[in-house]
C-alpha cells in the first residue's frame, strides 16, 4: 500500500488524497504536523529531505515529492481516468492552469511564508490575511480569463474533462473560503469548483475530513 506523507490543511497534500481517490488507489495517511515541525525530524528527512508534505513511499521504497510530480506519477502508472488530454497543445494548456496555481497563486499563501511574516517581519494577523486574500485575488483574476476561455460548460478547467488543474484548482478556492475571499467576481472559478466537489472523489479529500483534522 502507498504511503502518504501528508497535512489535512496542506493544499499540496489535498491535491495528492484526489488524485489517489480519482485513481481508486488505497493508501496509508502519513500526517506530520507542521506546526509541531514534525516535518523537520532527522526521521521525516530521511524520507523527504525537502523536508516538506507531500511525499509518497511505495512498496519497494520509493519516495516521491512534490505534488505535480507525484500526481504526474501515478497518471502514467494508472492511466484511467486519464488527467492529462490526448494532444501536446491540450497537455501544455492543462499544465499552465495548474502550475499558474500550483507554482504562481499557492507559494506566496504557504504556511511557512505567511509564519515568515508574522515572526521575522512582525506583521500582525490583519496584515497576514491581507497578505494572503491580495495574492489569492491576484492570481484568480488571470485564472477567471483563463477558465472561461477553455471551460466547456464550467463543469471542468478545460474543455469539458477531468485533468490535473481540477485537482489544483479545489484546494485553492478552498483556502480562499478559508479567508473569506470574495468568490463573486470569479463566477467560472466557482461554477467549476462547485461541481467538482460534488464528486465524492474530492469530497473524500477535503481537510476536514482527514484523520488528522482539528
Not at 137 to 165: K, N, P, W
Request: net charge neutral; with cysteine.
Amino acid at each position: 500500500m502507498l504511503k502518504l506523507y501528508t497535512l489535512f490543511r496542506s493544499s499540496a497534500a489535498y491535491r495528492v488524497r484526489i488524485a489517489l481517490n480519482l485513481k481508486k488507489l488505497p493508501y496509508e495517511s502519513i500526517p506530520k504536523a507542521l506546526a509541531k515541525g514534525e516535518h523537520r525530524t532527522p526521521e521525516y528527512l530521511a524520507v523527504n529531505p525537502q523536508g516538506l508534505v507531500p511525499a509518497i513511499e511505495t512498496d519497494d521504497g520509493l519516495v516521491l515529492s512534490q505534488s505535480l510530480a507525484i500526481i504526474e506519477y501515478l497518471n502514467e502508472l494508472y492511466p484511467q481516468p486519464p488527467l492529462l488530454p490526448n494532444s501536446a497543445l491540450e497537455r501544455a494548456r492543462v499544465r499552465s492552469i495548474a502550475l499558474a496555481i500550483a507554482c504562481d497563486i499557492h507559494p506566496l499563501n504557504n504556511l511557512r511564508v505567511l509564519n515568515y511574516l508574522r515572526d521575522r517581519l512582525g506583521q500582525d494577523e490583519a496584515d497576514v490575511n491581507a497578505w494572503y486574500r491580495h495574492w489569492i485575488v491576484e492570481g484568480f483574476t488571470g485564472l477567471e480569463t483563463e477558465l472561461s476561455r477553455h471551460s466547456t460548460a464550467r463543469r471542468f478547467c478545460h474543455a469539458d474533462a477531468l485533468s490535473i488543474a481540477d485537482v489544483c484548482l479545489v484546494p485553492q478556492v478552498f483556502n480562499a473560503r478559508r479567508f473569506k475571499v470574495d468568490l463573486t467576481p470569479f463566477p467560472t472559478i466557482a461554477a467549476i469548483s462547485a461541481h467538482l466537489e460534488a464528486m465524492p472523489e474530492f469530497a473524500a479529500a477535503r481537510p476536514e475530513v482527514q484523520p488528522d483534522a482539528v
